[in-house]
Structures are given as structure tokens and as C-alpha cells.
């Protein structure tokens, strides 16, 4: 079984040693190979430890978690960072998928959480393995003297693959009009710039039809190789961001959903109706291809949590005033009732138990 290597990141010590303790590490392929205590820390830990996945706080002195992700995926592009924040610190969470983090997990986290966003995180480093693999064909040509520059529609058939997500297509259309013109006595350095006006094309064509920006990627050498690992950069930054724009409406969604918990009202069609101004039915299916879970699941899991928060955090404010706080103001019974179905105790038991604390606080 393939190894994954894990680090944690967070100034809590509840935090690092709960996670560290209550995760099945060797069940899930996994190795726990360091902690640290802020993202100064962790950034010296990325080189020396090397980690595949990181589990990061957002709020930590010396470097926030913010600054050690931007910091962080400039030195090791290929890790996969998952985010832990509280209420307070969504909208930084938010900010995070500017530089590529798709999976947060929300404080409190238990422990089918965590380990659900391992699971997940496994497979996005075997996506980035298997990219790594895949794009980066090393073809030697022989050099040639150059004789004529062919005009070609090559770029349209380039642009289809791209848009159509053939990468198969994309690399074999390429690698055969490459040799064609090797074939044919063009220059290495006349196809060299005929490669670099063909990303600009590309490049320019994915922002102007269909309003993505790509990464801005020029042929420094003059085999296939260095050409198809460039169209491949540009595919991925094509369908990154493609991507980006649906995890970026459903974090927006969990965003509001946190900000508006009180609301009794609150739904995906309140959501829409009010914030997004999209169809809910659209939004709904969206959510749960992004997320793997309906919303009414995740709206009922925002509100245990905070309810949760709560409890600790105000403890003497009355189990009314907590479900008030959380959207059941009509019915606190209520509340309680589905507070004791999700956890399997009473708000008020589960204050006597939290008084009584343990060691994995974090994770309650």
C-alpha cells in the first residue's frame, strides 16, 4: 500500500494531539511524520519532512495559516493542504482557495471528519502523482536544419482537446504535428516560436470564449517534450480553474450558511433568493457533487456545531437562548431533540460531560 505522508499544523496542543492520536494512521496508508506550532515552523518542516498532505489552523502567531499556504505552495507545489478553521474564521478559510485549497474542516471536528478528508486527500495526491507521470514525456529529436515554416490548423485541434478534457488527445495531436514538421526540415528554433505563438493562442482563446485565465506559460527548450509539458500546464490551469469557480460557489454557500446560522429561515432556496440569485435546484446538486453530501446535511451538521460552541463557550447561557442562537428560536425542544439524535446525548449532558474534559477536548 502507497504511503501518505502527513504534517499538522496548529499552536493548539489539544489540537495537534488530538488529531494525532484519534486517526488510524496505518489503517488508512497514512504516516503521521511531524507536528508544528505555527506556519513559520511548518514552512522550515516542507523541505525536511517533505509531507504529501498538511492539516493547517488559519489562526497561529508568527506566520498566520494563510501566509504559510501562499508561502508553502510556492516551495512545494505538489502539496495538498486541508484547513481547519472556527465560525470566526471562515471567510479566512475562504481566502485560502486562492492558492489552490478545495477541503476545510470546521472546529470542532470529529473524527470521521478528519478522517473522511484524508480519504479524500489520498486521492488528490494520486491525481498529482499521476499527472506528474503522465505530462512530463521526455521525447528526443534530432535536430534539423530549417527549410520553411508550415502554416497549420493544428491549434483549433489543440484548443478542442483542451476544452473537451482529452488529455490523451491533446498529447498525441501534438507529439504527431511536432514530427510532421521535423519531418517536413523545419528548424528546431522556427518550431520553438511556432510553439510559443500557439500558447499564446491557446491561452488567449480559453480567456476570450470561455472566460478562464490560465497560467502564463512560454517553451524555454526545443523538444516535444518541453511543448506538451507546457500545453499540459496549460490544461490543468484551464480545468483548475474551471474548477475553482464551482468550489468557490459552494464555499461561498457554506460561507453564508455560517453567517446567517440564526436565521430559522435559512435554506438553499433562502440562499438563493437572497444571496445567489441562482436556480436552488441547480445549487443543490452542485453542493452535493462538490461536497458528497445533500445541504439540509450540512446545514443540520453547522448548526450542531455551533450549538456545541456554545455550550462550552457561554456556560450559563440557558438551552433556549443556545437554540435561539442557532436557528430552532420557534422550538428549543426541538432543538434538543435533534441535538440528542446527532450526537446521542442531550445538550445539557453533553455540558456535564464537556465539563469533565479529556484529553481530546478538540475533537468532542
Not at 523541505?47 to 489552523?57: A, F, G, K, R, S
Not at 499564446?200 to 517534450?225: A, C, F, P, W
Request: hydrophobic letters at 40%.
Amino acid at each position: 500500500m502507497s504511503s501518505y505522508r502527513v504534517l499538522i499544523v496548529d499552536d493548539e496542543r489539544m489540537a495537534r494531539e488530538g488529531i494525532a492520536e484519534a486517526i488510524d494512521w496505518n489503517a488508512l496508508g497514512m504516516d503521521l511524520i511531524g507536528t508544528a506550532v505555527n506556519g513559520q515552523q511548518a514552512l522550515d518542516q516542507l523541505n525536511e519532512l517533505d509531507p504529501d498532505v498538511v492539516i493547517t489552523d488559519i489562526k497561529m502567531p508568527v506566520l498566520d495559516g494563510l501566509q504559510f499556504i501562499e508561502q508553502g505552495s510556492r516551495l512545494k507545489p505538489g502539496v495538498v493542504f486541508i484547513v481547519l478553521s472556527g465560525f470566526g474564521e471562515f471567510e479566512l478559510a475562504t481566502q485560502a482557495m486562492r492558492f489552490g485549497v478545495r477541503r476545510y474542516l470546521l472546529k470542532p471536528s470529529d473524527e470521521h471528519e478528519i478522517t473522511e478528508a484524508l480519504q479524500w486527500s489520498k486521492d488528490e495526491v494520486d491525481s498529482i502523482r499521476g499527472s506528474l507521470l503522465k505530462h512530463n514525456p521526455i521525447f528526443v529529436t534530432p535536430p534539423k536544419q530549417h527549410q520553411q515554416i508550415i502554416s497549420s490548423s493544428i491549434p483549433s485541434d489543440l484548443m478542442g482537446a483542451i476544452v473537451d478534457g482529452d488529455e490523451e488527445r491533446l498529447m498525441q495531436v501534438s507529439r504527431l504535428w511536432i514530427e510532421q514538421l521535423l519531418s517536413e526540415g523545419v528548424s528546431l528554433q522556427d518550431i520553438q516560436d511556432n510553439n510559443n505563438q500557439i500558447l499564446t493562442y491557446l491561452r488567449n482563446g480559453l480567456k476570450l470564449e470561455y472566460g478562464v485565465s490560465t497560467t502564463h506559460t512560454v517553451v524555454m527548450s526545443q523538444d516535444i517534450g518541453a511543448f506538451q509539458q507546457e500545453l499540459s500546464r496549460l490544461y490543468t490551469s484551464y480545468h483548475y480553474r474551471k474548477m475553482d469557480k464551482k468550489a468557490m460557489l459552494v464555499m461561498k454557500i457554506k460561507a453564508l450558511t455560517i453567517q446567517h446560522i440564526q436565521n430559522r429561515q435559512l435554506s438553499l432556496q433562502w440562499l438563493a433568493q437572497h444571496y445567489l440569485f441562482l436556480n436552488s435546484e441547480y445549487l443543490g446538486k452542485l453542493f452535493r457533487q462538490e461536497t458528497g453530501e445533500k445541504y439540509t446535511t450540512f446545514l443540520t451538521s453547522t448548526r450542531m456545531k455551533k450549538a456545541k460552541e456554545l455550550l462550552v463557550l457561554h456556560l450559563t447561557m440557558k438551552i433556549y437562548e443556545v437554540a435561539e442562537q442557532c436557528g430552532f428560536d420557534q422550538d428549543p425542544q426541538y432543538f434538543s431533540n435533534v441535538f440528542k439524535k446527532f450526537y446521542g446525548y442531550t445538550p445539557n449532558e453533553y455540558r456535564k460531560q464537556h465539563a469533565e474534559s479529556s484529553k481530546f477536548g478538540f475533537l468532542q
